[in-house]
């Protein structure tokens, strides 16, 4: 099967956002077993957008559009599909009380062009793409073996519209079963990862082996392209575990799941209790944690103790300890670390001192210089790392991580 | 002028990697005043690069190719883009030896096929852009006033021969510039900032409007092409004014500002001292403002009081405040502002709590609802919002941003 991703907006011509669902939609299709010919990008332009969609028809089965299904005036993409499609386009009354209810539950104004987000194809041009994380339902054209999906902009939307609706679709077209996982690591970098997995990677034919980088994480994605679905996982985990036998515990996933929520997970499964105290990560860590769904039944408390005066006020970190060996040392993490276990009593305690730039590095304690110290039921790690200084937030970002990784590990 | 961006490579139709290439050119070529109509991409492939090529000729007046000079057999974009400019190749000689120094210097083994590397336009049909990052030269084809530039896909070669050869070239042939700015807001969603503006927006000429929603905060981008960059100027900051008076103090920044930079920018400048204490949000607002550079200067301290104990001996809010009242309520808002006031002595004082979700919410107290209050200098603030319940994730981050936003107002 050949497609094409037709992106909508005359931002992404401006060079104001990145493409990145193009990206994302490239790396399902193929892992689906659907070849990409082509990525195309118009601006708002509805003269454009139905020229280039029935060009693409000419050459390719199926065409994914993003964007333009705004409510605004220059949101036209869904009904230049429907053009070209010789479809035709009516309000589905479904869809319009969705979108009411959604304005009428967030007490907002709806205004006459969000009723244009309710018109739809009926059931003999397509289908509806129900949208739960927006306003603007997303819909799909089938007409002589050719497919039109129309998907919103906005990447959250996007990709949940895809991965509900538009994945299970698309599976009952390809006769080929995929079974596709990626194997999340922490700690080597991705040209290090492909060294080490060379003998793995080259020469492969099925499963195949695909290295991708992530600020400061890695993956690997195992694919098997096999006649049944069972075949295919068999494949993949079979070499998931050749895998295994070279990265080691640095696996912290087989299917792609973020650091932070196997961490959570983890606390959360077993009744973990945990609570932190964060200098140059500022709340990152706390933050990240929360994000995930459930932890409130663990996460204690966090602590910002961002000034030495925090430090002492709240962690009991010794002013001597500040000025021998600075807020930037061991020992420092490990007064914060114990102050926070003595007045929060969780069992995970883990703080965080470093410097994460742009300024306040100096020759012996450079920027990216960061201490790490986490303690479980009274264990305690202590870890120097030297982050490399690419940006403030790369460093916070790559500080975060590694605290997580060190609580994974503290709690195997 | 017309142009088109055309990405050569069969991983970025994988989703290998994200075209950070087009981006960059997009925004190059705006500011120079060039149009671009299309984004572009097809794999290695020589017939669809000519194919492609050859129609986007017919639309517009210049086309600007990335990867395939390389020097694999499947590197091609050069070869393709003469044959549609009718042109011939020669090797040249300068060329040929920089590459082969390149080599020398490098200390790597030159392959008979780096020499089609030096494969290149003469005078005639063009002229040569010489790459000092990398072996792979880049060219410009002319004919009948089309113009071809074939650029090197790695984007540190691509950008710097950009900058150095062709941002030049161009402009010896644009006599229009462009400016433009991004006004901020946050408020008002998208449709109905549309609906404010209409009358500015609908038969625009020159400053164009266009409004763009990113999550929880919209923008207006005003854009005017003129003779001079101070004519275009002008027009942009007149129609500003204009839609100024009808977005009023929604507008948090003029020129593309973050609301956070905005808020730190302003605490910095004013050495206004700020602490917080987070509930729902569990470090984000801290986490987000220690993002910015410089904040340690005035940011002194962050609680992630989540669970009631920590709201009790962090903030000494009181037991029966959150029995009569519960955690989600203002007056717990109120005595937790009060607390961390107290206990820090910061300027600013900011605090949140409420029902991030998906659990949690009741009929009285919806998922979503979250009581934020400010102080600054005595002067307090309490806001009650029924936030969108889209995810646990929007949720926190609309609260975030709220919580800025009232700082922003706060300090004025």
Same mark, same amino acid.
């Given at each position: 099967?050949?497609?094409?991703?037709?992106?909508?907006?005359?931002?992404?011509? $401006?060079?104001?956002?990145?493409?990145?669902?193009?990206?994302?939609?490239?790396?399902?299709?193929?892992?689906?077993?659907?070849?990409?010919?082509?990525?195309?990008?118009?601006?708002?332009?509805?003269?454009?957008?139905?020229?280039?969609?029935?060009?693409?028809?000419?050459?390719?089965?199926?065409?994914?559009?993003?964007?333009?299904?705004?409510?605004?005036?220059?949101?036209?993409?869904?009904?230049?599909?429907?053009?070209?499609?010789?479809?035709?386009?009516?309000?589905?009354?479904?869809?319009?009380?969705?979108?009411?209810?959604?304005?009428?539950?967030?007490?907002?104004?709806?205004?006459?062009?969000?009723?244009?987000?309710?018109?739809?194809?009926?059931?003999?041009?397509?289908?509806?793409?129900?949208?739960?994380?927006?306003?603007?339902?997303?819909?799909?054209?089938?007409?002589?073996?050719?497919?039109?999906?129309?998907?919103?902009?906005?990447?959250?939307?996007?990709?949940?519209?895809?991965?509900?609706?538009?994945?299970?679709? =698309?599976?009952?077209?390809?006769?080929?079963?995929?079974?596709?996982?990626?194997?999340?690591?922490?700690?080597?970098?991705?040209?290090?990862?492909?060294?080490?997995?060379?003998?793995?990677?080259?020469?492969?034919?099925?499963?195949? =082996?695909?290295?991708?980088?992530?600020? #400061?994480?890695?993956?690997?994605?195992?694919?098997?392209?096999?006649?049944?679905?069972?075949?295919?996982?068999?494949?993949?985990?079979?070499?998931?575990?050749?895998?295994?036998?070279?990265?080691?515990?640095?696996?912290?996933?087989?299917?792609?799941?973020? =650091?932070?929520?196997?961490?959570?997970?983890?606390?959360?499964?077993?009744?973990?209790?945990?609570?932190?105290?964060?200098?140059?990560?500022?709340?990152?860590?706390?933050?990240?944690?929360?994000?995930?769904?459930?932890?409130?039944?663990?996460?204690?408390? #966090?602590?910002?103790?961002?000034?030495?005066?925090?430090?002492?006020?709240?962690?009991?970190?010794?002013?001597?300890?500040?000025?021998? $060996?600075?807020?930037?040392?061991?020992?420092?993490?490990?007064?914060?670390?114990?102050?926070?276990?003595?007045?929060?009593?969780?069992?995970?305690?883990?703080?965080?001192?470093?410097?994460?730039?742009?300024?306040?590095?100096?020759?012996?304690?450079?920027?990216?210089?960061?201490?790490?110290?986490?303690d479980f039921d009274g264990k305690t790690e202590c870890r120097e790392i030297r982050v490399r200084p690419v940006s403030r937030n790369w460093i916070r970002n790559y500080t975060m991580l590694m605290m997580m990784d060190m609580v994974r590990r503290a709690i195997g």
């Amino acid at each position: 099967m050949k497609s094409a991703i037709f992106s909508v907006g005359t931002e992404i011509l $401006f060079g104001q956002i990145t493409n990145t669902n193009t990206v994302y939609l490239s790396q399902k299709l193929n892992q689906m077993g659907i070849d990409v010919l082509y990525h195309e990008t118009v601006g708002d332009n509805p003269g454009r957008v139905k020229k280039v969609l029935a060009r693409l028809l000419m050459e390719v089965d199926l065409v994914i559009t993003t964007g333009g299904l705004g409510p605004t005036q220059d949101d036209l993409t869904k009904e230049m599909a429907a053009e070209v499609m010789g479809a035709e386009l009516k309000i589905d009354e479904k869809s319009l009380k969705k979108i009411q209810s959604y304005f009428a539950k967030t007490g907002r104004v709806m205004t006459d062009n969000n009723i244009k987000q309710a018109n739809l194809p009926t059931e003999k041009d397509g289908f509806i793409l129900p949208n739960d994380a927006g306003t603007a339902p997303g819909c799909v054209f089938v007409k002589d073996g050719k497919i039109v999906v129309c998907l919103p902009g906005p990447p959250r939307e996007m990709t949940k519209m895809f991965e509900d609706s538009v994945v299970p679709y =698309l599976h009952t077209l390809t006769n080929e079963v995929i079974y596709s996982d990626m194997v999340r690591v922490f700690g080597p970098g991705e040209s290090q990862l492909e060294t080490m997995l060379e003998g793995l990677i080259t020469g492969q034919t099925d499963p195949t =082996l695909a290295t991708y980088a992530k600020e #400061g994480e890695c993956s690997v994605r195992i694919t098997s392209k096999r006649g049944t679905m069972e075949e295919a996982k068999a494949a993949v985990e079979e070499m998931a575990e050749k895998v295994t036998a070279i990265l080691g515990d640095t696996i912290f996933s087989y299917h792609d799941e973020d =650091l932070k929520d196997v961490v959570a997970k983890k606390l959360i499964d077993r009744g973990i209790t945990i609570s932190c105290a964060e200098s140059c990560t500022g709340g990152l860590f706390a933050g990240t944690l929360i994000g995930v769904e459930g932890i409130s039944a663990v996460f204690e408390r #966090g602590l910002v103790t961002y000034s030495n005066r925090a430090k002492v006020e709240e962690l009991g970190v010794k002013e001597e300890t500040l000025e021998r $060996f600075g807020a930037v040392s061991e020992e420092t993490a490990r007064e914060m670390t114990a102050g926070l276990k003595k007045k929060t009593g969780s069992r995970v305690c883990i703080s965080v001192t470093g410097i994460a730039g742009p300024d306040g590095g100096t020759p012996e304690k450079p920027v990216g210089l960061v201490y790490i110290c986490v303690d479980f039921d009274g264990k305690t790690e202590c870890r120097e790392i030297r982050v490399r200084p690419v940006s403030r937030n790369w460093i916070r970002n790559y500080t975060m991580l590694m605290m997580m990784d060190m609580v994974r590990r503290a709690i195997g």
